[in-house]
């Protein structure tokens, strides 16, 4: 079992930045997806625990940042430039098995509680 707790969300304006954190019980593949009301969840950003290998959604590349502290088994997501359409309950996810596709929602078997982020115009 993998236990995870995000936070960092709130309500910012359009070009604001904010920095989401997920805390983990254990090292893993880990990753950030989001998802918007009467929408499909959608992947976001990922990190290789080993290595520290990083991957982007089009959408947010040259705008977000996924990293990781290692000591604390922890990761975060800082988001600059955040426009309205950003606008999602963010959630922390992980899975600790060999998968093919890091962004399908259905390949991860550990998620977190999410937490809201919106950005006004």
């Known amino acids: 079992q993998v236990q995870l707790v995000e936070s960092g969300g709130g309500l910012v304006q359009a070009g604001d930045s904010l920095k989401l954190s997920c805390a983990a019980s254990?090292?893993?593949?880990m990753a950030w997806f989001r998802q918007a009301p009467g929408k499909e969840r959608e992947f976001v950003a990922a990190?290789?625990?080993?290595?520290?290998?990083?991957f982007y959604a089009d959408s947010v590349k040259g705008r977000f940042t996924i990293s990781r502290d290692s000591a604390k088994n922890t990761i975060f997501l800082q988001m600059n430039s955040l426009r309205p359409e950003d606008t999602a309950v963010y959630y922390c996810a992980a899975d600790r098995s060999p998968f093919s596709d890091y962004v399908e929602p259905s390949e991860y078997g550990y998620w977190g509680q999410g937490t809201q982020v919106t950005v006004s115009s």
């Open positions: 990190i290789a625990w080993s290595g520290g290998k990083t």
């Open positions: 254990t090292r893993t593949f």
